[in-house]
């Protein structure tokens, strides 16, 4: 069963506007939140995180909220630009899994020039 | 540190033949991870290992794929008998068993069975 969805498999955005990207969680152990970047031909990068006693973490243009009670998270990105066009993987890991990370199934994202 | 690096990039082979993919973790991490990358399921988590001791392979698909990790600084994952199903990316991580740490992956293997 997927704990962590990304239910919308691609998002188009005019440069410089605002992206959103959504990701949506099941298990409530859940303490530490990532968002992965990727482009093809490549592995996963990591872009941001946040812990759970937070509920946003800003770098740069790249900013991740949490809601804890909605069991929800999203990754805004602003200014978009054309070279943030990849796919973006949210991921999530909790202290009573030992380290193990389980990643949502990605969104494409589209920077249009 | 090079980074986490897999062997070969690209592989092609026939169905029913034997493959093996290589992953060499960066220097000093604790923890390797397999993953598969499918539309449907997303970076599918196969079997992870900590401090070389596998912890879960509940996500390894059927007793044809099976991982090793010899010591610290390599791991491989088999798939004997190969399937044209078994067609995917799979990438390799590694990390620190810590709280609040990420995982750098590998830049793939992109794995064609015909």
């Known amino acids: 069963d997927q704990q962590v969805k990304q239910n919308s498999p691609s998002l188009s955005v005019q440069e410089g506007r605002i992206s959103i990207l959504n990701c949506d969680y099941t298990n409530s152990m859940f303490d530490y939140f990532l968002w992965y970047k990727k482009y093809p031909a490549e592995g996963p990068t990591f872009l941001i995180s946040i812990s759970s006693i937070k509920d946003k973490n800003e770098d740069g243009r790249f900013t991740v909220f949490l809601n804890k009670s909605a069991k929800h998270l999203s990754l805004h990105i602003v200014p978009s630009q054309p070279g943030d066009s990849a796919v973006y993987f949210c991921a999530a890991s909790a202290k009573n899994t030992g380290n193990q990370f389980y990643f949502g199934t990605g969104t494409s994202l589209t920077v249009i020039p | 540190d090079a980074g986490v690096i897999q062997s070969p990039r690209h592989e092609v082979t026939e169905m029913g033949q034997e493959v093996t993919l290589r992953c060499k973790p960066i220097?000093?991490?604790?923890?390797l991870f397999w993953y598969r990358q499918t539309m449907m399921r997303g970076l599918e988590l196969l079997i992870y290992f900590n401090n070389n001791v596998p912890i879960d392979d509940s996500g390894m698909p059927e007793d044809r794929f099976s991982a090793k990790m010899p010591n610290a600084s390599f791991s491989t994952l088999k798939i004997q008998p190969s399937e044209p199903r078994d067609s995917a990316v799979y990438f390799c991580?590694?990390?620190?068993?810590?709280?609040?740490?990420?995982?750098?992956f590998g830049q793939g293997t992109r794995l064609t069975v015909v």
């Open positions: 991580a590694s990390s620190l068993i810590l709280m609040n740490t990420e995982a750098f």
């Open positions: 220097s000093g991490h604790n923890s």
